[in-house]
């Protein structure tokens, strides 16, 4: 990032601040790894709760490996795994699914993402936990959910999403379908997993019950699919691939510009629509009877179309945007990173912060949202090592400085202090 913008960021630095938020004082047991439990996890610690994240010895958290390295560890790490605590344990080993039951005892929350019967295997289960907890609330992502035919198979987000019908609309007409380029399907998983988790507190306050909640991949994301099956449903209708389109709702689209860039236009609400031909100077479509509202535009969407793009095509994107943010009408540019970075409104809105790391560097990490008025999220610590609470963990446990080390030598824990890496 230009470092012109640096003053304008959030500074955050490593600290052990106590947690603060609307969840201060909730406390989170996460097993599971790469995206989906660990992005829920982490939507919780930005708001105050304390998350005690698992992981196996050694490598850790696959996800630390995953895309650019720096020093070692992915800086994605920096963002899926902040506000966390790390405790390194095999789950495979009895002895540490001791401890896993005896923190499932005191904890709030508890989220996996394993495949469906791998806690049971375990002896972590359901069952088993919210015998020792009946307060514990378990969440449980996976790719088809814990029960029906195809519980067992294995599941990831792309997976999910090609299941869900997404991946049938994201293509140009005639050509291959393509994926959204970030893993959707486990975020969508993720947030619908907190909101479960937010239903259940609210609700644990009433009968002092935990309960499970049980998310699937591929449901999450066909919860946002719209009028997908309705239509299909009532008309037999079988939505198609699009490309920039969105079928249905008109005009809406990506349009050439002189300058070889894309115009984003949304001008389908009706007065919208009006100004946008106004501000092209073709009257005689904005005051057509029969374009005013969306149903008649719909008909008639590729002459709409062609109409927009022959005006495009006379200004650059900046022009365009200029008379279209004059008028009132939605529009906007195709972001990169870069554009992202420099631009004033993320900096305003605490979009992008800036953390500084344990070699004195600083990177750049998305800010928090929801944003809250009085109660906000905030970055208070940076992603842990490998093991990095171990023993801080362990002794709020009760164990003795002695039996730590004990179990530290018969390599059923980890700790920073042997082997726990960045």
Not at 7 to 36: C, F, H, R, W
Not at 131 to 140: A, C, S
Not at 172 to 199: K, N, Y
Request: glycine letters at 10%.
């Amino acid at each position: 990032m230009p470092k012109a913008h640096s003053a304008s960021m959030k500074n955050t630095s490593l600290s052990t601040d106590a947690p603060t938020g609307p969840l201060s004082g909730l406390k989170v047991l996460e097993l599971g790894q790469l995206i989906a439990g660990p992005f829920a996890a982490k939507t919780l610690a930005d708001f105050g709760a304390d998350v005690i994240k698992i992981e196996p010895p050694g490598m850790g958290d696959p996800l630390r490996k995953w895309r650019l390295l720096k020093d070692g560890t992915s800086v994605w790490w920096q963002v899926q795994s902040r506000n966390k605590r790390s405790l390194a344990l095999d789950l495979k080993d009895p002895r540490a699914q001791d401890i896993v039951r005896q923190l499932a005892g005191d904890v709030d929350v508890l989220i996996e993402n394993f495949r469906p019967g791998a806690m049971e295997g375990w002896g972590l289960g359901p069952d088993a936990l919210l015998k020792i907890n009946p307060r514990l609330i378990m969440l449980r992502i996976s790719g088809y959910g814990q029960t029906g035919p195809y519980r067992d198979k294995p599941g990831f987000g792309v997976v999910a999403e090609a299941m869900s019908g997404l991946r049938h609309l994201t293509a140009e007409p005639g050509r291959v379908p393509v994926r959204v380029g970030v893993s959707i399907g486990d975020t969508l998983a993720s947030l619908h997993g907190v909101i479960g988790i937010l239903l259940a507190l609210q609700e644990r306050q009433r009968s002092n019950q935990g309960q499970v909640i049980d998310v699937a991949l591929y449901e999450a994301v066909f919860n946002c699919m719209e009028s997908l099956l309705p239509e299909y449903s009532a008309f037999g209708a079988v939505r198609g691939a699009a490309g920039s389109a969105l079928p249905g709702i008109a005009p809406s689209n990506a349009y050439r510009c002189k300058d070889g860039g894309y115009a984003l236009i949304a001008g389908n609400g009706d007065s919208i629509f009006k100004r946008l031909m106004q501000t092209m100077n073709r009257n005689d479509l904005g005051q057509d009877p029969s374009l005013a509202d969306n149903s008649g535009r719909v008909q008639r969407v590729a002459e709409l179309d062609a109409a927009i793009e022959a005006w495009t095509l006379q200004h650059t994107v900046d022009e365009v945007l200029a008379a279209l943010d004059k008028a009132s009408v939605p529009a906007g540019r195709i972001y990169t990173v870069a554009d992202i970075a420099a631009d004033p409104h993320y900096r305003a809105r605490e979009m992008i912060q800036q953390v500084q790391m344990e070699d004195g560097s600083t990177l750049d990490v998305p800010g928090i949202v929801p944003k809250l008025s009085r109660t906000p999220g905030s970055h208070r610590r940076n992603a842990p090592r490998i093991g990095q609470d171990t023993d801080d963990v362990l002794r709020e446990m009760g164990l003795s400085n002695d039996q730590i080390q004990q179990l530290k030598a018969q390599g059923i824990v980890v700790g920073a202090d042997n082997g726990g890496a960045a």
